[in-house]
């Protein structure tokens, strides 16, 4: 024999309200830019500190590098040679990805003056 169950569902609410509860936002929209220009200026700011650690860190590698090729370890040289690459296109990323970041933030910041002006001229 073959049971069939059934969703138990709230036959008072319909489709169209549950979605819209998800949908609208309960914050105001100053509130919510201003919370994700926060959060994105913290991301920018961690990122800043990983550009910083990363040219840190080819510094030292190129140091490194010079001297192993003072040494004529052409070997070694070659391998953080790679190293240093790989580093500088991390560098590279991570610049990248802060100033898509500033991009954002900027955006959001004019939308935010735009509409406080266009609420102001009401």
Do not use: G
Not at 46 to 67: G, P, Y
Not at 70 to 94: G, R
Request: hydrophobic share 35%.
């Amino acid at each position: 024999m073959v049971r069939i169950f059934r969703w138990n569902r709230d036959k008072s609410r319909d489709y169209r309200e549950t979605y819209a509860e998800k949908v609208k936002p309960n914050e105001p929209l100053k509130s919510r830019i201003d919370y994700a220009v926060n959060q994105i200026r913290n991301q920018i700011s961690k990122l800043d500190s990983c550009s910083v650690r990363l040219s840190e860190k080819a510094e030292k590698i190129f140091i490194k590098i010079v001297q192993l090729l003072k040494k004529k370890d052409k070997q070694h040289a070659a391998m953080f040679a790679n190293e240093l690459a790989e580093i500088k296109k991390m560098n590279n990323m991570v610049t990248q990805s802060k100033l898509a970041l500033e991009q954002i933030t900027l955006r959001l910041e004019t939308v935010h003056r735009k509409r406080a002006l266009s609420l102001t001229r009401r």
